[in-house]
């Protein structure tokens, strides 16, 4: 692939707001009849720009998958990482990324059909792991995460062409309305706001804490709002959330006991690896973006099982 590419969708180079209707397919598929969704289920995610899919994962699958998460918070080598991303105020871990790459279960739950093949026939063909991490939101302290599109930081901070990604969460703990659960505006995604302000240099080490530039201006969030509502993301633990790269999303803070943690997957298409970043700026590390060769990946069914 050339590594010029138009920016189709230019943010963070003037100095006021717009909006962009989206240019790319909401779903890629070609052949209805071997969905792994049913019609109503594809037509709510072309609608909606998300899809929660309850129980894909089995309490004893997710009690396995905690042990891990457990195990690597408290894992000194993890926690020393500059894959290891703290909260801004307690200090209290938040993510660790590239789990697909330095942890040999993460890396199978990955490449589980019951939810990659999903996004493989959503997406149209064969598709890699542009991020992947593990998310704490812990119970009293957990931060929010203001509302932004992945897509706008992945395109003009990554280099991502088109608007062929999508982003799946498994819930490894209940997600109830009161502990922060990831919040969309449902038909967002077929809009692309451009962000004001220049990015800064290192952006990424200040925005997976906080972010504060990338993010919409305030009226353009009151007109989506106002025009679709906000919907949240809850559910029991092995439930699957899949959402579009552009809808637009949010979390608030977790100021109740019950804490929020899950396993974060972005799939892309092979055929839509970065360019340069349309910023202007050097690439963010790969444990953000992964920049290739990839492989594109060996989808299939999982059965996972404790250590002896």
Known sequence: MSNVQADLYPSRQHNHPSWQERLDPIAWHSDAHSAPLSSEQLSRFERDGFLVLDNVFSADEVQLFKAELARMSHDPEVLQSPTAIREPDSGALRSVFAIHRSNELFARVASDERTAGIIRYLLGGDIYVHQSRLNLKPGFKGKEFYWHSDFETWHTEDGLPRMRTISCSILLTDNHPWNGPLMLIPGSHRHYISCVGATPENHY????????FGIPDEDSLRRLVD????????????????FDCNTLHGSGSNIAPSPRSNLFFVYNHMDNQP???????????????????VE??????QVYRAPH
């Not at 080490?205 to 504060?212: H, K």
């Not at 349309?278 to 690439?283: I, L, N, R, T, Y």
């Not at 594109?296 to 069914?301: C, E, K, S, Y």
Request: hydrophobic share 35%.
């Open 205 to 212: 080490q200040q925005s997976l804490r906080r972010q504060e």
């Open 227 to 242: 025009r679709y509502g906000i919907q949240q993301a809850t559910g029991p633990a092995g439930s699957v959330v899949l």
């Open 275 to 293: 360019a340069q970043p349309f910023d202007g700026m050097p690439p963010r590390p790969e444990f953000v973006a992964e920049r290739g060769p």
């Open 296 to 301: 594109a990946l060996d989808i299939g069914p």
